[in-house]
């Protein structure tokens, strides 16, 4: 019987040292409608809360406080709390609770909304996908890109490469200046029209500075050889087709990410390419009519050192390309199932085609023309192959700039996407706040969006805590686009969300996903998300505030790429704070707190800010950061 006796009183404690109380009903119910207004809210938890430590607040709309203040512990009604509300109207009000337990003084958050005689408070919600861009807008970005290369490009040749020798080569030299002006000038006001008399200011000014560069660039040409000579002249011509690039630039997805180094990588972008693209066109129309009358041996001197040029500008593009794309696609196959992937695709494969065209002039036509050989003929069919080739580049990057990268910041709080089984789900929610929420669910195949599911459902979990499991079901928004709104993700914390997407005749699709549901704007997160891969570590401290020299917690939930629990790591924690800690430099966590749960238990620690790195013993290691108050 005192075995029996002590192993209950055991588990009691063992209950104990790990309960919370949490969030169980209220009434008013999260998100009920009401005929009249209540007099009182009662929110019951799952274990007794102290009433001096917990606070129970309801706010309208503007956020003032329409309760009493005078939150009690029902004394009929158990781990109850209850607050009297003054005389409200019609109207939606939140109801934001905080409670600590009477039991081992874990403190948990969360809030609900309700409404009388009025719809529930007004949630965010996450804009449609953006709109396929226009052949208008096709047309004007390409010829833009055409007008730039062959401004750079052509001033460019002309003064490195090969400086035109004769009347019918500098005649043509002038022709193509006025062709690329002119191609500039028709792209930029193609791009006006497109976006109509509501085009954003900042968009027409830089697109009538390129016009007026292309402008320039043409009136140079009617301006004296005595005043001005031929080299000035070439070099006020690569000057403003760089100026005209730079404003292809800054209305670029690179300009909208406000990152002065995706910025850079960009503009360094469109010189490699307008040099390259601006200096094949350059040798066929200025150059290769006069080819017959060269020499052959300095036609494959022109080519050595144009293919040279053109090597160099493609180490650029793809470095500058590849950099930027990391940054811009979210999954592998973003490349055949984004508008965004397919026209990034189409131009890899383009500049592939366009680099054995150029490795044939570097390796085989111009060395056998520098030795004297007959090798013109296939040159410049060459030649006429990387024209074609640039021209199919130039749609693909028009393409490519008129439509949003998978990976491009838009109005969600959280946007994630996840592939299974040959579908695409992804998952977006308006915030990231506790309580109400609107949860859109996005999935397509290939690029065809999935609609008619005969069911969309979320489920959601909370990692921190045992709240059971809670089920949303959306409805078809748009084609495609499920969405669901209501209060599940009601406490601060970290929850798994399972989408379910049901078809007629296979089985379920399901994927997984790590919401971080945080306090508002100007406060402290208190659980983060660390990514040490292969893992994910959803790190928070218990209490949420640690006090200076109070006994706290670190809690280490550890789970894989499905969100599984890991179990058998071992976890190392280092200190560093505003002042030395040697006891907590190394703490060591042995036990487990159930499937990948990990504590480490710290004595206390001084006022600050402290940085805990946490490392796992197959893996890395990351940070997390703790504020301590005095």
Do not use: C
Request: proline share 6%.
């Amino acid at each position: 019987m005192a075995a029996l006796v002590a192993a209950f009183v055991l588990i009691l404690m063992g209950g104990a040292a790990t309960a919370h109380a949490n969030y169980v009903k209220s009434n008013p119910a999260s998100d009920a409608r009401l005929t009249k207004p209540p007099t009182e809210v009662r929110v019951t938890f799952s274990e007794t809360p102290d009433a001096r430590g917990s606070d129970v607040a309801v706010l309208d709309v503007s956020a003032n406080r329409v309760d009493k203040h005078d939150v009690t512990l029902v004394s009929d009604e158990p781990n109850t709390l209850r607050v009297s509300l003054g005389a409200i109207g019609d109207g939606g009000y939140i109801v934001s609770w905080t409670t600590v337990s009477a039991v081992d003084g874990h403190e948990t958050k969360g809030a609900f909304a309700f409404a009388v005689n009025a719809p529930l408070p007004p949630i965010l919600d996450v804009g449609p996908s953006a709109p396929p861009p226009t052949a208008l807008e096709i047309a004007g970005r390409a010829l833009s890109y055409a007008g730039v290369a062959l401004l750079t490009g052509l001033a460019f040749f002309t003064m490195f490469i090969r400086v035109p020798s004769a009347d019918a080569e500098a005649r043509r030299e002038r022709r193509l200046v006025i062709v690329g002006g002119a191609v500039l000038v028709a792209g930029s006001a193609l791009l006006v029209l497109n976006q109509g008399a509501n085009i954003p200011g900042r968009l027409l000014v830089l697109l009538a500075l390129r016009a007026l560069a292309a402008v320039a660039a043409i009136a140079m040409l009617a301006v004296p050889s005595r005043l001005l000579p031929a080299d000035a002249r070439r070099e006020a011509t690569a000057f403003f087709g760089l100026a005209a690039g730079l404003t292809a630039t800054l209305v670029s997805h690179a300009a909208a990410l406000g990152d002065l180094r995706y910025v850079a990588l960009d503009y360094l972008h469109v010189i490699a390419i307008s040099i390259w693209l601006g200096g094949v066109v350059t040798f066929a129309y200025v150059v290769m009519p006069s080819a017959r009358a060269d020499d052959p041996k300095e036609l494959g001197r022109t080519i050595w050192r144009f293919s040279l040029t053109a090597l160099a500008a493609v180490a650029v593009i793809i470095t500058t390309g590849t950099l930027q794309a990391l940054d811009r696609l979210v999954l592998v196959e973003d490349f055949v199932e984004t508008p965004y992937g397919i026209a990034l695709l189409a131009k890899i494969v383009l500049l592939a085609g366009l680099l054995g065209l150029g490795g044939l002039n570097l390796r085989v036509w111009g060395p056998r023309m520098r030795r004297g050989l007959a090798a013109s003929t296939q040159f410049w069919r060459g030649v006429m192959g990387e024209t074609a080739l640039f021209a199919g580049v130039l749609v693909a990057a028009a393409f490519l700039t008129s439509v949003a990268p998978p990976a491009q910041a838009n109005g969600a709080a959280f946007d994630e996407t996840r592939h299974t089984s040959d579908i695409r789900i992804e998952l977006l929610t308006a915030t990231t706040l506790p309580g109400r929420n609107r949860f859109i669910v996005r999935v397509q195949q290939g690029l065809t969006p999935i609609t008619g599911a005969e069911k969309v459902a979320l489920r959601f979990t909370m990692v921190e805590h045992d709240m059971g499991e809670q089920e949303l079901v959306a409805t078809e928004r748009a084609p495609g686009v499920y969405v669901a709104e209501g209060s599940p993700t009601a406490m601060l914390g970290t929850w798994k969300v399972q989408v379910i997407v049901r078809l007629a005749g296979r089985p379920d699709v399901t994927a997984l996903f790590t919401v971080p549901v945080s306090q508002p704007a100007g406060q402290e997160a208190t659980t983060k998300v660390i990514a040490i891969p292969p893992y994910q570590l959803i790190v928070f401290s218990e209490p949420l505030q640690p006090q200076a020299g109070a006994p706290l917690t670190i809690n280490v939930v550890v789970v894989d790429s499905k969100g599984d629990p890991v179990t058998g790591r071992k976890l190392h924690a280092t200190f560093n704070g505003p002042v030395a800690a040697p006891p907590l430099d190394a703490v060591e966590n042995t036990a487990e707190l159930g499937p990948g749960r990990y504590r480490f238990t710290v004595p206390g620690l001084d006022a600050g800010s402290w940085k805990i790195t946490i490392s796992v013993s197959d893996a890395g290691s990351g940070v997390f950061d703790l504020e301590v108050t005095r």
